[in-house]
């Protein structure tokens, strides 16, 4: 199977790509990682990622969509890959297509882990850092014994710039702005599927499992 997970910031889009490329034997296939990757072994569409990289700028699309031609063309990838953090937006979803065509494959399902929005800013502006250690806490899911003191060393807890409410907002955005043209695209393929992420871990993979085996049952049938 070749599947696509996506989801707003604090959703728990990492933490369920974890699970499905162990549960499903995927190769996962993350941005970051490809990037480093990428740049690490000098290939063409790295070297040209790394220009941008360089200099703060964004990395345009067509070099973003080579790098990921590049990966996906590794045999590693035939058997099946999940791709997460790629595509973001519609016309890279379009250019996606069109990769996969040629090395012949094609998207399978896209997955999308849905958290409301007042539940996702409680999530993502609760978030603590100690400014010694860097330990992680959340004021209402795993607070300090001590307000806004660090169990393991003491240090002060602070919250990031990128934690609070307006630049969560921002971020929550930014992110509908650009993928709900995409939610649309998958949608009128077929392949999409919406997970409720509001609910406790293993109950959201309880569903995206189940949708996944009734996907790879039609993927062997077909």
């Not at 995927?26 to 480093?36: A, E, I, Y």
């Not at 806004?148 to 930014?174: A, F, M, W």
Request: glycine residues 8%.
């Amino acid at each position: 199977m070749h599947v696509i997970i996506m989801g707003p910031p604090g959703a728990g889009k990492g933490t369920q790509a974890e699970k499905i490329v162990n549960e499903f034997s995927l190769v996962h296939v993350s941005t970051g990682d490809m990037f480093r990757a990428a740049i690490k072994n000098e290939t063409e569409m790295g070297l040209k990622a790394k220009e941008y990289i360089d200099k703060g700028e964004l990395v345009p699309d067509e070099i973003v969509v080579g790098v990921v031609k590049e990966r996906l063309s590794r045999p590693d990838c035939q058997e099946g890959v999940l791709l997460d953090g790629f595509p973001r937006t519609l016309e890279q979803a379009e250019a996606l297509d069109d990769v996969m065509s040629e090395l012949n494959m094609k998207t399978d399902a896209v997955i999308s882990i849905d958290v409301d929005e007042d539940e996702l800013l409680n999530r993502l502006t609760g978030r603590r850092v100690c400014r010694n250690c860097g330990t992680t806490y959340h004021i209402n899911f795993n607070p300090p014994k001590v307000r806004n003191i660090c169990d393991h060393c003491g240090g002060e807890l602070y919250q990031r710039s990128d934690d609070t409410v307006e630049t969560v907002k921002e971020r929550l955005n930014v992110y509908k702005k650009q993928t709900l043209p995409m939610i649309d695209y998958y949608k009128r393929g077929g392949v999409f599927a919406s997970i409720d992420g509001s609910r406790d871990i293993d109950e959201v993979f309880a569903d995206v499992a189940s949708y996944l085996r009734d996907v790879q049952e039609n993927t062997k049938d077909k």
